[in-house]
């Protein structure tokens, strides 16, 4: 019986999702001093679910429209002396997109 290799994972070919990194991070300040920010391709995902529709902290699942693969976004903020804003994006397992599929949104 012959070896059937394993396709590659649809993201590995996309225009957009090949250019992100399984985790991304992004971390700016008030004062804009070593800013750094999600790749442009982060942009263009589109929002399948809003988990925290009121909160300002975002819980998201994104899609991307070309390959279809999913990813996790989230943003938390701080205030101490000056503010902190954090952004996390990581792709997402078939599995683990079904279970935030499932996943009822917070009210």
Known sequence: MP???KSAA???TCELCSSLLDEEYAF?????TNNTY????A????????????SSRKLQLRQ???????????????YLAVSEDEEFLTRLTEEQA???LNRPAEV
């Open 38 to 41: 999600l790749p442009a391709a």
């Open 43 to 54: 942009e263009h995902l589109n929002v399948v679910r809003d988990f925290n529709p009121t």
């Open 3 to 5: 070896h059937r290799a």
């Open 98 to 100: 079904v279970e935030h």
């Open 64 to 78: 991307c429209s070309n390959c279809g693969t999913y990813y996790l976004y989230r943003s938390d903020y701080e």
């Open 28 to 32: 700016q300040t008030y004062s804009g």
């Open 10 to 12: 649809p993201h590995t």
